[in-house]
């Protein structure tokens, strides 16, 4: 069955810092991956997906994340952190058997400092 | 384009009555999905339609919980004699199809307090 583990509930990091939000997963076949951004009293946004060919994946608000098969990890990145970049992740996946829906990690929640 | 809508988005109930949530999906998307936001359990599925096809109830909580999709459009989640561990958020998502790297899309979610 497919789990996915977001490593720390709350990050706080710098404006202008590297933002890094750890996700792993565990799944006997390879996953359909995706992180999504949810703001205070708003539905959940996607922010990229990894689906298949490239394992870089980059989605929008200069954010990034790489599939690394054999680290079973998703970590997303964003080069410097800005205000408004905070906010709650969660990152989820979806096996590509016939189970369609997604399965979320616990979220993180991003502070930025100024 | 219009997004997924839902409503209401909120929602005050005394414990033991019945509510109805309502979703309506994106124009043209044959998928739906309901979810629950909660506190203690995080994002959780419930249910799920993919056209005329019979819906996937695997994650329902219990047989309070039932949903209807009617034409292959709008959708109601119906919770019947409520509880207070049923308060949470609600979240209503539609998807052009059930391939799995179709993305998801999201509406603002109806929140139920349940007294």
């Known amino acids: 069955a497919q789990s996915v583990t977001q490593l720390g509930s709350h990050v706080s990091v710098s404006e202008g810092a590297l933002v890094l939000l750890r996700c792993n997963y565990s799944s006997s076949v390879p996953p359909y991956l995706f992180w999504y951004v949810q703001y205070p009293n708003q539905g959940l946004q996607l922010l990229l997906k990894y689906t298949t060919g490239a394992t870089l994946v980059k989605g929008i608000n200069g954010f990034e994340a790489e599939f690394k098969k054999s680290e079973t990890s998703f970590h997303l990145t964003k080069p410097s952190a800005h205000m408004s970049d905070a906010a709650e992740y969660f990152c989820?996946?979806?096996?590509?058997?016939?189970?369609?829906?997604?399965?979320f990690g616990s979220g993180t929640q991003l502070t930025v400092l100024p | 384009g219009a997004g997924v809508s839902q409503s209401p988005s909120n929602k005050v109930t005394e414990k033991g009555k019945d509510v109805e949530l309502r979703c309506d999906p994106i124009?043209?998307?044959?998928?739906l999905y309901w979810y629950r936001q909660s506190l203690g359990q995080g994002l959780e599925f419930l249910i799920y339609f993919q056209g005329n096809s019979a819906p996937d109830k695997s994650g329902l909580p219990s047989d309070r919980f039932s949903a209807e999709r009617t034409g292959g459009s709008v959708s109601t989640l119906t919770i019947q004699r409520t509880q207070q561990e049923d308060s949470a958020v609600y979240l209503c998502?539609?998807?052009?199809?059930?391939?799995?790297?179709?993305?998801?899309?999201f509406g603002p979610g109806t929140r139920l307090t349940v007294l």
């Open positions: 998502a539609s998807s052009p199809g059930v391939a799995g790297g179709n993305e998801q899309f």
């Open positions: 124009s043209g998307h044959t998928a």
């Open positions: 989820a996946g979806c096996s590509s058997g016939s189970a369609r829906q997604l399965t």
